[in-house]
């Protein structure tokens, strides 16, 4: 199947402080999504991205879909603690139009 | 509008035992899926659906089957549970290519 490679894997990070996190594919992606999950419950839509070269905003994050087609990346500015939780990128690959493939996720730790 | 609900949210098995995981939609979703959740492994497809009556295979199918009889519902029947699949179960449903809307998952041990 399709794989995604997200790093980092965990990151800690001081209050305030500007975090990035990406996802390369060795495959074309048609649509780029970002979820956030919190412990003990599903994961939750950050941001939807569905042409090359996109770069949209929700808040503080900002999230963009490589000119490639084979990457993104999440950007999350002037942290805070409600931002700790399980980062993960997820598409759908060229030709499998409606299978949601996941990366192995970023844990985001923020320290007061 | 609840979303997607799943039952139960816990579940503990003896190997070999079967049981249906539940999985219902409010929203006239028509694509829906099944993924399990195992440390440091992200989401994987388990099967997935585009409209009832439609069903297909994810990355990892096997000791697993689903039906699709109405547009609302989409269980995921263990045939015989296998200590392989204690693991967390999140269902999940979309329109089009819209994001997807997961369940609160299912935590399942197999001992």
């Known amino acids: 199947g399709q794989q995604l490679n997200q790093s980092p894997q965990s990151m800690f990070i001081q209050e305030g402080e500007d975090v990035s996190m990406n996802c390369t594919s060795s495959s074309i992606f048609n649509t780029w999504l970002w979820y956030k999950q919190d412990p003990g419950e599903g994961p939750v839509l950050l941001i939807a991205?569905?042409?090359?070269?996109e770069l949209t905003s929700n808040g503080r994050l900002t999230a963009q879909f490589g000119i490639t087609r084979k990457d993104s990346f999440l950007n999350i500015s002037a942290s805070i603690p409600s931002d700790v939780g399980i980062y993960f990128c997820a598409g759908h690959a060229a030709g499998s139009a409606r299978q949601l493939t996941f990366g192995s996720g970023t844990q985001l730790t923020v320290l007061p | 509008n609840a979303g997607v609900t799943q039952t139960p949210k816990f579940q503990v098995l003896k190997t070999g035992q079967s049981m249906t995981l539940q999985c219902a939609q409010d929203m006239n979703h028509e694509y829906m899926s099944w993924y399990r959740q195992d440390p440091g492994m992200g989401l994987r497809l388990i099967h997935y659906?585009?409209?009832?009556?439609?069903?297909d295979q994810g990355e990892v199918p096997n000791g697993y089957n689903v039906s699709r009889s109405t547009t609302e519902d989409f269980p995921l029947r263990l045939l015989s549970a296998a200590p392989s699949q204690t693991s967390v179960y999140f269902c999940?449903?979309?329109?089009?290519?819209?994001?997807?809307?997961f369940g609160s998952g299912t935590r399942l041990t197999v001992v």
């Open positions: 659906s585009v409209g009832a009556g439609i069903t």
């Open positions: 999940a449903s979309s329109r089009g290519e819209a994001g997807y809307t």
């Open positions: 991205l569905y042409k090359a070269g």
